[in-house]
Each structure stands twice: as structure tokens, then as C-alpha cells.
């Protein structure tokens, strides 16, 4: 277990009020659904609670709960995987061990030279689209054409399409690797007790326009939601791994960006509840619309996060547009250099930030929690801040962010959230609940 800075006393109780420790349900030892823990069973079947989040409006979220023993599977490869997930059927897959986006069809790992297309190489990419020679215009041209053909390549390998109806839950130590669930035009999905782990783009693109220099820009999130109603995420890690953006050169100066998001919502997505999970470690977690057009997304991209730990992970925590967001209950740790800001304020987004925890790095101060992606308003009530070296003490987000920067965001997003479960917690206690229990490889599997 992490480390946490509070009493062991506390840590204690707060482990007492936890599912019952792994050591009492040790690993499947079989491959199939026979040698399944009682309680393997039982949480796979177990159906979003009624008015937990966005997800349980509706017709709710079950999953694959309703799955008949045909319909229950243990995978262990991406083709297994791939295989037991593509059907409508309501469906139960467990995920065992590590499955790699990357494994070919032999097992064996692939690398990016193998997605690459013929006419592709970084080498080619870099020296065609070098703003000294391109100048400040999208690259275009053989050399890109030949990128586009190699992430389409990439797609159809490290992509994984999730049908409705389903409950995918990972075994104990389960874990997806190089690998995007796309739950993409469907309904009805659980996700549960896996941890992500470094979704690459082996082919990121080159946008001389973004920001003031440029960037590079990757797709490949870990989990994207686009047109898909009635979705829960929970008890999750994700993590960069041994590949974090650290690690990568700069090109045209600036950072060689492989990764994208963590959990992206978008594209109309709606009726989503992100619970208990761990975002660790990373820069874009999640988006939450990513368009400015205001058209099929209006009343749509309505989320509910609670009870998640956002460690070290830099933007994006999430970043709205148009939806009624409700944040409550959530951990945030943030610091180090690559931090940009926690919650994002897009147009027409509606946050409702209630009873969040923020222990913050020196360098870091309240007025540096939101960012206004030119949007007009946030609700924030109840939410506590410890900032380096000093006490937890509670914080108006948006008094604090108007003081620094205008324009001024207005302190009423326009709604109350009336979906959520269980007792909202006092934002001191969030962290010492929270901390411990977020996150994969903590639910009794
Ligand atoms: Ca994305
Ligand atoms: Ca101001």
C-alpha cells in the first residue's frame, strides 16, 4: 500500500470499513469459469446501486449481470478478449493476468515497426514536417498520408471494441496494456477492477498550431466513450507504467507526447458514473466533450465522479464541455512540474464540485484549481485544501480562481445533482477513505 500522510489509527478504521481483504479469496488457479471465487461471481453480477450517478438514470446499469453461463468467460489473450466482448449478448469477461494491445497472433509482441506503414519512419516524419523547413502549417503530403495509414493499423491491433451488455472485471492483478476499450454506439457497460496500463500511440502527429510552439498530439486513450449511454468505470487504475511521459525525447522542442487519455467521454456519450478509480501519475485524464460546436452534445455528456484519486496527474480532471458534471468526494494529490490545473471549465459545462479533497505541492495554490476553457460558471461547495507545509482548511474554488484571473467564472452552474449513493463524505475525510481504497486490486477478486 502507498504510503499516505495520515495517523495509522485512521488508516485502520478505514481499512476495517473495506470488502474483505485479498488474502482471504487467493487467485483462480483454472482457466475457466469454474474455478471462479464465490465472490467473483457474485461482484460480477453485481449491478450499478440504484442512484449512483449519472449511470443509474434510465433504464440503469447491469451490465452483463443478466450474462447465462454460456455467457461468461475468462480470457487471457487480446484475441480472447476481443473475442468475448464484440457480441450484444449480455456477457460477463474476466480478465486474468496481463493482456497486451501489442500481443500479434502467434502471442508474440509486436513493436511499432510492425504497425508502421512502408512509407512511414520518425525519421522521414521528422525531417519532412521540421517547422525550420514546413514552416507552421499541418503536415501533409506522402510522408503523413503514410503516418494516417500506420495508426490505422494500429486501430485495428491495439483497439478493442466492448458490446452492450457487458460487465468486464479483471481477476486479481488484471491487467490491459497497450490496449484502448473503445465502448463506442452502445449501452450498458461496467468496467470494473483492471488497471490500465500505458495505451501508446506509436504514431503521434505532429500540431504546429496547438499552443504557442506547437505540440505533439497522440490518440489511443485507455478507455474512450462516444455515443454510449448508461456506463460505469469502476475501481480502475491507470498508469503510464515504466513508459511515463518523462522518459520521451523532445522533437521541434517539445515533448514527443505518446499518450492521450486515461477515460475520455465523448462524442454525445452520456449517463456515465466514475467511481473508486486511480488515475495515477498521468498528464490527460479526462475529457469530457471534445468539441466547441454547440450542437449534438448540448444536454448530453452527463457524468457523476466520486470517490477517485487523482495522484499526480496533470490536467484534465476532469475538463467539461456542455455536461452537468458532478464531482464529489474526490482525492486530489497534485504536484511536480508538468501540473497544468485540475478542473476544467469548458463552454456551456456545468460542474457541480462538491466536498473534493486537494493536497497540493508548494507552488501550488487555490487559485490554480480550475481553468477556464471559456465556459461561464461552477458550482463549488464544501471543498477542502492543504497546501504545502500548512493545515487542510476549506476553500472556495471559484472565489480563489476569480481573485487571479479574469474574467470571472459565476459561482452557480444552474443545477443540483439528485443521483447520487450513500452519504457524502466531509472533504476531510475523503482522503483517508479514498487513498486507500481506490483504484484496482482492491474489490474482493
Ligand atoms: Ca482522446
Ligand atoms: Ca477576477
Given at each position: 500500500m502507498r504510503k499516505i500522510a495520515v495517523g495509522t489509527a485512521l488508516i485502520t478504521l478505514t481499512l476495517t470499513a473495506a470488502p474483505a481483504p485479498a488474502a482471504a479469496h487467493p487467485p483462480v488457479g483454472g482457466g475457466g469459469p469454474a474455478a471462479l471465487s464465490p465472490l467473483a461471481r457474485q461482484l460480477a453480477r453485481?449491478?450499478?446501486?440504484?442512484?449512483?450517478?449519472?449511470?443509474?438514470?434510465?433504464?440503469g446499469t447491469t451490465g452483463?449481470?443478466?450474462?447465462?453461463?454460456?455467457?461468461v468467460h475468462v480470457v487471457t489473450s487480446r484475441a480472447e478478449l476481443v473475442a468475448a466482448l464484440?457480441?450484444?449478448?449480455p456477457k460477463i469477461v474476466y480478465v486474468k493476468g496481463t493482456i497486451d494491445g501489442f500481443e500479434g497472433a502467434d502471442g508474440r509482441l509486436l513493436d511499432c515497426t510492425d504497425l508502421a506503414d512502408p512509407g512511414y519512419s520518425l525519421d522521414a516524419y521528422l525531417a519532412a514536417y521540421d517547422p525550420a523547413v514546413?514552416?507552421?502549417?499541418?503536415p501533409s503530403g506522402p510522408v503523413e498520408e503514410a503516418r494516417l495509414r500506420s495508426v490505422s493499423n494500429q486501430t485495428r491491433h491495439t483497439q478493442v471494441e466492448v458490446g452492450s451488455n457487458t460487465t468486464v472485471i479483471g481477476l486479481r492483478g488484471a491487467r490491459l496494456a497497450g490496449l484502448t476499450l473503445m465502448i463506442d454506439r452502445v449501452s450498458n457497460v461496467i468496467v470494473r477492477n483492471i488497471t490500465f496500463d500505458d495505451a501508446r500511440d506509436c504514431f503521434p502527429a505532429w500540431s504546429p498550431t496547438d499552443g504557442e510552439t506547437g505540440n505533439w498530439n497522440s490518440q489511443f486513450d485507455q478507455i474512450s466513450v462516444r455515443r454510449s449511454e448508461n456506463v460505469w468505470i469502476d475501481h480502475n487504475t491507470f498508469t503510464d507504467g515504466?513508459?511515463?511521459?518523462?522518459?520521451q525525447p523532445s522533437y521541434f522542442g517539445r515533448p514527443y507526447q505518446v499518450h492521450d487519455g486515461s477515460l475520455d467521454i465523448t462524442h454525445?456519450?452520456?449517463?456515465v458514473t466514475v467511481s473508486w478509480n486511480r488515475f495515477d501519475g498521468r498528464d490527460k485524464v479526462m475529457l469530457i466533450g471534445s468539441s466547441n460546436t454547440v450542437g449534438p452534445d448540448v444536454d448530453r455528456l452527463k457524468v457523476t465522479l466520486h470517490h477517485n484519486l487523482f495522484d499526480r496527474s496533470s490536467q484534465r480532471l476532469p475538463r467539461v464541455r456542455f455536461g452537468q458534471v458532478d464531482v464529489y468526494n474526490n482525492a486530489y494529490r497534485l504536484g511536480g512540474e508538468s501540473f497544468e490545473y485540475a478542473i476544467g471549465v469548458g463552454v456551456q459545462s456545468a460542474v457541480y464540485a462538491e466536498n473534493n479533497h486537494f493536497t497540493l505541492d508548494a507552488g501550488i495554490g487555490a487559485a490554480d484549481l480550475l481553468y477556464n476553457w471559456d465556459g461561464t460558471a461552477i458550482t463549488t461547495r464544501g471543498n477542502w485544501a492543504k497546501p504545502a507545509g500548512g493545515a487542510a482548511r476549506p476553500v472556495d474554488l471559484v472565489a480563489a480562481y476569480n481573485v487571479v484571473h479574469d474574467p470571472d467564472l459565476s459561482p452557480d452552474a444552474g443545477w443540483t445533482p439528485a443521483l447520487r449513493h450513500g452519504p457524502v463524505l466531509p472533504a476531510p475525510l475523503v482522503p483517508l477513505v479514498v487513498g486507500p481504497l481506490a483504484g484496482a486490486d482492491r474489490l474482493p477478486l
Open positions: 453485481q449491478p450499478l446501486p440504484a442512484g449512483d450517478g449519472w449511470a443509474a438514470a434510465g433504464p452483463g449481470a443478466a450474462a447465462s453461463p454460456d455467457q464484440g457480441s450484444d449478448n514546413w514552416g507552421r502549417a499541418a515504466d513508459n511515463p511521459d518523462r522518459a454525445t456519450a452520456s449517463l
